[in-house]
């Protein structure tokens, strides 16, 4: 299924006997964040989805499966009404930094054991 934007309709008097009386609509394919991607196509509707709604829709043998048993002649059909989308933000990417290393200034790694100590100290 692929998400898109009805942005108008067709309206046709001569086609084929299996879409008479059936809406087609234009649609503006989109990407999940709801930005434009791809040209715009026809679709069956199966909803009855308005100017300007959301909508999701499926291509290929799918497109048919709503009108069954009917053998309607369709590539791409509206199937849902979206009511909302929740995204999760993808997280920065993090750059890694290296430690500028100090040859002069060696520094003893602590021992576990002084780890340990040095906590009860502090009354970790």
């Known amino acids: ?20 009386g059936q809406r087609l609509l234009v649609i503006q394919p989109m ?11 026809i679709c069956l ?14 291509k290929g043998k ?3 499966f709503p009108f069954g048993p009917a053998e309607v002649i369709a590539d791409t059909t509206v199937v849902g009404i979206v009511d909302s989308i929740h995204l999760a933000k993808a997280a920065a990417p993090v750059k890694a ?14 021992s576990p054991r002084q780890g340990r100590a040095s906590a009860a100290r502090k009354g970790r």
Request: proline letters at 6%; hydrophobic letters at 40%; one cysteine or more.
């Open 97 to 110: 930094t290296l430690a500028k290393a100090v040859p002069d200034k060696a520094v003893p790694a602590a």
């Open 45 to 58: 509707d199966s909803t009855g989805a308005g100017a300007g709604e959301t909508i999701y829709w499926v």
């Open 62 to 64: 799918e497109a048919s």
């Open 1 to 20: 299924m692929y998400l898109g934007r009805v942005v108008g309709c067709v309206w046709s008097t001569v086609k084929d006997p299996s879409l008479v």
């Open 31 to 41: 990407t999940p964040d709801l930005r434009d991607s791809g040209k715009q196509l």
